[in-house]
């Protein structure tokens, strides 16, 4: 079992920065890959940023590149999130996942692909 718990979310104006944290506790050796996922009212969950935990190979949805960072800390199993030049339509829940095994970089974005999420942690960010 692994477990997931989401930090760093809170109210940001518009132009600022915010940086998610998750930390994974429990079997975390045989995780492959880490994605950050939202979730707007009313909205389905949509991919964000995906790491892969050898190479660090990241991915990013078109609409954070260039604002947002997902980076990671081997040692520590945590995965963060930078999130800079915050706009209203950034406002969700955050939430990480993580994925066992092999993963074709091209399915990072896939919800389904995942074996474990968190609880999320909620970004305002205001105009």
């Known amino acids: 079992q692994v477990q997931l718990v989401e930090s760093g979310g809170g109210l940001v104006q518009a132009g600022g920065s915010l940086r998610l944290s998750c930390a994974a506790w429990?079997?975390?050796?045989?995780?492959?890959?880490m994605g950050w996922f939202r979730q707007a009212p009313g909205n389905e969950r949509e991919f964000v940023a995906g790491?892969?935990?050898?190479?660090?190979?990241?991915y990013y949805a078109d609409s954070v590149k260039g604002r947002f960072t997902i980076s990671r800390d081997n040692g520590k199993n945590k995965v963060y999130l930078q999130m800079n030049s915050l706009k209203p339509e950034d406002t969700a829940v955050y939430y990480c996942?993580?994925?066992?095994?092999?993963?074709?970089?091209?399915?990072?974005?896939?919800?389904?692909?995942?074996?474990?999420w968190g609880q999320g942690t909620q970004v305002t960010v205001s105009s």
């Open positions: 996942a993580d994925r066992r095994g092999g993963l074709d970089g091209r399915l990072i974005g896939t919800t389904s692909v995942y074996d474990y």
């Open positions: 790491i892969i935990w050898n190479g660090g190979y990241t």
């Open positions: 429990g079997r975390t050796f045989s995780s492959y890959a």
